[in-house]
């Protein structure tokens, strides 16, 4: 059932494989023996994937209420034994990741032995689907991408900074106004919507347009061109909070206005509330919070 309504998530077998770290014929065999079983068709088979039929989408309506009522039984039986047991299932944005993934699984692991987190790093943009489709049970998600359903806790903010080389004069205060900012050879993430869109605003709020050099949708490249010395760039400070030292990067607050951004963390909407999620939510705020000092999150309280 999980499978099943995997693929009618995405529209294709390929897909809800991948999602599920499944093989694609192990997936395609399964809906030939629920369809068997059924003595009906449930998919419409298509040169672009799949479709449900009519049959499809009543079974999709009571299997997802059969899984809900799945997990449900098994998160009562932890909340018996006193122990978690499982998999919770969490993607982040690569400026959390890089942060947040290895103490929060290596706290997680200490304290809850029986239990795992499977980390996934994404882009935000494609975050809100894993959590419809169910194959995430925790999204952290920037603001500037539209909100999922699901349950939501807000936890920081993040501001942004002009990224450079330690040797540059330009990141040596501060703080460094927008506007003298906008003046420097840039190095702009190019990747639609995103943080780039607060970026784009907060220079038409002064009438003026960056002067980017060079537009890239990737950071790890993108600071390495920093790095040779081909210019600047303007991100959170989260983005570098793990490389500052050892690349020799440095930052200045961008002020005159001051940008930033709301990171939130939602819960699948389709998936119980279980112990185990709530413990991995609790644990994924304490250790943003831990970390809050050296990645300049300014943590909102629950």
Known sequence: MRVFASIARHGSMSAAASALSLPQPSVSRLVGRIEATAGVHLFSRTADGVSLTDAGKVFLQNAEQALHFHDLAYAKLQDIRGKLVGEVRIAAPESVSDNLFAPLIRQFQETHPEAAIRAMAAFSASIPPLLEAGTIDIGIIANTHPAPGGTCEDLCTERFFLIGTERSKEVRPP????????????????????????????????????????????????????????????????????????????????????????????????????PLVREAARQVRAVMSALAFDTRWSMISS
Not at 187 to 200: E, Q, S
Not at 215 to 232: C, H, Q, S, T, V
């Open 175 to 274: 703080t460094i106004p927008l506007a003298q900012a906008a003046k420097l050879p840039l190095i702009l993430n190019a990747m639609p919507g995103g943080f780039r869109t607060l970026i784009d605003e907060a220079f038409q709020s002064l009438g003026q347009s960056p002067s980017a050099r060079i537009e890239i949708d990737a950071n790890a490249p993108l600071l390495d061109l920093i790095l040779e010395g081909e210019g600047f760039t303007i991100m959170p400070y989260s983005i570098i909070a793990q490389k500052r030292q050892r690349l020799g990067l440095a930052a200045a607050e961008i002020v005159e206005p001051v940008l930033t951004r709301k990171l939130s963390m939602y819960v699948a909407r389709r998936r119980p509330l279980t």
